[in-house]
């Protein structure tokens, strides 16, 4: 069992902020092409280093071109780059997507367990003698992220239409800026409580098991379009059906399916746009309209 100290230094560097991990692996396939740039927020990993730069090979050798992982630790930053043409595709939120989806297009969406969906997890202390989300009201909470579904848009949703206001409902709250860290935050008793991805949650389970037996899920939400790979405006056509074709095969190259195992995911699936319309109904009527 590892250390509180060690758990920390693990779920500090999932965390870390820009990661450009093309600088210590071997010259690419056709060194003249322009790297394709992959945008990440915080994912779960064991070595997450070695293991983006064993996924970025994998592609590369099936793209044809180089492949650079960039990682941030807010949302926001991958968005923002992604929009500006500064990233070619990015792993983000659904939140984050439903707003922009006009500018992005849906390249590849994760199947977790056999389905394109996850959940948010409201969590408490395994000892907190907290038994229902009401419990929390007065209560110190951890958001993960202002762009994050289950880390903030959902919970508030939830609150909401239980006709409380998630603005007054906790004595204080904060900003985590990941998932891990809100396990984490609650875990180490930083937080009465947090609302987290399920994915995460799970797969911190599997991997850290003595960090999330500290935590409890206090009630689970409805299942939501799980969190997609989408192409911005930078990203040519031909490339983007050429990473589709690449993402969807995966599965099917053992190599591939050993890195998906790392992931812990199924497959990458092809989806429709509407998987992420209850996200848009429910920020759509957080901001007073009617969710389209």
Do not use: K
Not at 25 to 43: C, D, I, K, N, Y
């Amino acid at each position: 069992m590892s250390s509180p100290s060690s758990r920390r230094a693990f779920l500090s560097g999932l965390l870390a902020t820009g990661v450009g991990l093309a600088g210590g692996r071997a010259e690419p396939v056709l060194a003249s092409s322009q790297p394709l740039q992959f945008g990440l927020t915080p994912v779960v990993l064991d070595d997450r280093i070695a293991f983006l730069e064993a996924w970025a090979d994998w592609i590369e050798r099936q793209f044809g071109r180089p492949v650079v992982f960039v990682q941030r630790s807010r949302y926001r930053e991958i968005l923002d780059l992604l929009l500006q043409g500064r990233l070619d595709l990015a792993w983000i939120c659904g939140y984050p997507y439903v707003r922009n989806r006009s500018r992005l297009e849906l390249i590849a969406v994760p199947r977790f367990r056999g389905r394109p969906l996850y959940q948010s997890y409201f969590i408490v202390r395994a000892d907190s003698q907290i038994q229902r989300l009401h419990d929390l009201e007065g209560r110190l909470f951890a958001w993960a992220d202002p762009d994050s579904n289950s880390g903030y848009l959902y919970p508030r949703f939830r609150l909401t239409g239980d006709g409380r206001d998630p603005d007054r409902f906790f004595r204080r709250t904060f900003f985590t800026w990941g998932h891990p860290r809100s396990v984490e935050a609650v875990a180490e008793g930083l937080a009465d409580g947090a609302a987290v991805d399920s994915y995460v949650w799970e797969t911190l389970a599997l991997g850290h098991p003595e960090l999330t037996a500290q935590t409890r899920v206090l009630e689970r939400s409805p299942e939501f379009g799980f969190p997609p790979i989408v192409a911005g405006p930078a990203l040519s056509e031909p490339d983007r059906h050429a990473i589709r074709r690449v993402l969807l095969s995966q599965v099917q190259d053992a190599a591939g399916r050993a890195l998906l195992n790392e992931l812990n995911l199924d497959s990458f699936g092809l989806e429709t746009t509407d998987l992420y319309d209850d996200i848009a109904r429910m920020a759509g009527r957080l901001a007073g309209g009617d969710g389209a």
